[in-house]
């Protein structure tokens, strides 16, 4: 790694796609203040020090209303120079998150409309962003062939210097049993 | 996401497992001015507006010599306050990289040592860290098994709203064909 300490240069943002295996169904949220209705998960900020399942359960349930538990990390978005932005870039990532409560009660400030909406059909309709419709089809071939086809699970670990620990997202392979 | 427009609370740090699939070897290296030798992937932080896989295979180049491109995103870590940072959060990423060429050339001034070295000695070898040593035997897996089990494959895809491009990172499934 760098010699020089360097400084921040990513905002982290999270969404979470909570689904709810029982009848195929996924929470998505219209945003206030946008040109098109589309549909697409619920999500923000990352607070400074949280980790990012921590964002996906807090921001969905700000949103929404809805209590849930992080599964696993499902995509990396990395964007520069977006509008909005101020010259950060940013870092994006979708998480799978677990169902707890089921009442939707949500944030009329930030949203439109909030839903349980039908996997397939979220792979298929054109009110929605092309982000959202990828994630949409890799859900949908997660709960038709299992999710370890879809995810990176996460572990904690300790850091070699501080023993602080970190968060560590890849791929659960079946050799790999879960100490190092 | 937020309706605020935030800050930048993360610094990106790359790193790139070369990978010699024609003889099982990684491109490795020994960090000066560290109290354990431990074998680690060459890396480093990203440039502002440099994308992921570009840190990768420049640190790589810069380090050790070796020119290579990228092929995957492996493991994504996430981690809080650590010494170095001074308070920011820092997000370490893992690269597959395919080597474009192999004589080592080595930057003295980081690196005490720079090798080829056998991916399963690297996944028995107690001179590496943690993370080096999880993310060999993914590696060794994919190797074995084909790298598709290990990969999240990047696309580039147009912003809706700016027109820009991003990169996206995920699970490639063989069912997700390749326009969106």
């Known amino acids: 790694e760098s010699q020089l300490p360097g400084f921040a240069t990513h905002q982290v943002g999270v969404a979470g ?16 203040n946008k040109t098109t209705n589309a549909w697409k998960f619920p999500g923000g900020l990352s607070d400074p020090g949280e980790n990012i399942g921590a964002t996906a359960v807090r921001e969905v349930f700000e949103e929404t209303g ?57 792979t298929r309709t054109s009110d929605t962003t092309p982000i959202t419709a990828r994630i949409a089809r890799l859900l949908l071939h997660g709960l038709e062939r299992g999710f370890g086809e879809i995810d ?17 997202y890849h791929r659960q392979l079946p050799s ?5």
């Open 17 to 32: 796609a909570v689904v709810d295996e029982s009848n195929g169904k996924v929470l998505v949220v219209q945003d206030r």
């Open 66 to 122: 809805v209590r849930s538990e992080f599964r696993s990390l499902l995509s990396v978005r990395q964007q520069h120079n977006h509008p909005g932005a101020f010259g950060m870039s940013d870092m994006y990532m979708i998480c799978r998150l677990r169902p707890l409560t089921y009442d939707i009660n949500f944030c009329t400030r930030e949203c439109l409309r909030c839903e349980w909406l039908d996997l397939a059909e979220l």
């Open 152 to 168: 990176l699970s996460m572990e904690e670990i300790p850091a070699i210097y501080s023993g602080r620990f970190y968060q560590l």
């Open 176 to 180: 790999l049993v879960t100490h190092i």
